[in-house]
């Protein structure tokens, strides 16, 4: 396993702005589920990892993610996500009956689309509830990196 730990060190190094690898906690990370809450929240949390519950993102989720230290030092002030709706409040593109648009897609494909003049974009860490967002550079090798990185430890990242 030392080798996969250095492995997605090096990704998470080269996705993340100014991440500090000597920073991360000490031994293995653990397998699965538990990577995230155990190894990668203390970590990262604030930084570039933030969690955010999708029934609220409207209205607290694209604060907190602005909030990020790496969105911070990108020079994004604020997130915009009330454009994503109509004037009763449903999602653009659904209707009354169709509240069944994926949140993720919906918000994060939005969100990437203003991260990406200040070279950064959005990926989905797992599924869960609340979900993690993970703060990485626009850079499509060195996301696919991270991508195959994580896999190891049972924990996927979805980019939209």
Same mark, same amino acid.
């Given at each position: ?7 997605? *060190? ?25 990577? *995230? ?12 990892? =933030?969690?955010?519950?999708? #029934?609220? !993102? ?6 907190? =993610?602005?909030?990020?230290? =790496?969105? #911070? ?25 169709? !509240? ?6 919906? +918000? ?14 959005? *990926?989905?860490?797992? #599924? ?7 703060? =990485? ?12 990185? *994580? ?8 980019? +939209?």
């Amino acid at each position: 396993m030392p080798e996969n730990r250095s492995r997605l *060190l090096r990704a998470l190094a080269d996705a993340i702005p100014a991440i500090d690898p000597a920073a991360a906690p000490a031994g293995d990370p653990p397998a699965g589920a538990a990577l *995230l809450p155990a190894w990668l929240v203390p970590w990262l949390a604030g930084n570039c990892l =933030v969690a955010v519950d999708w #029934r609220e !993102f409207s209205t607290h989720g694209a604060g907190a =993610v602005a909030g990020l230290a =790496v969105l #911070r030092a990108a020079r994004v002030s604020s997130l915009e996500v009330d454009g994503l709706y109509d004037e009763d409040g449903i999602p653009l593109g659904g209707d009354d009956d169709d !509240f069944d648009m994926e949140p993720a897609a919906l +918000y994060l494909a939005h969100l990437n689309r203003e991260l990406a003049p200040h070279g950064m974009q959005l *990926l989905e860490l797992g #599924r869960g509830d609340p979900a993690w967002l993970l703060a =990485v550079r626009n850079d499509p090798a060195a996301i696919r990196a991270l991508g195959a990185a *994580l896999q190891p430890w049972g924990l996927q990242a979805r980019q +939209y």
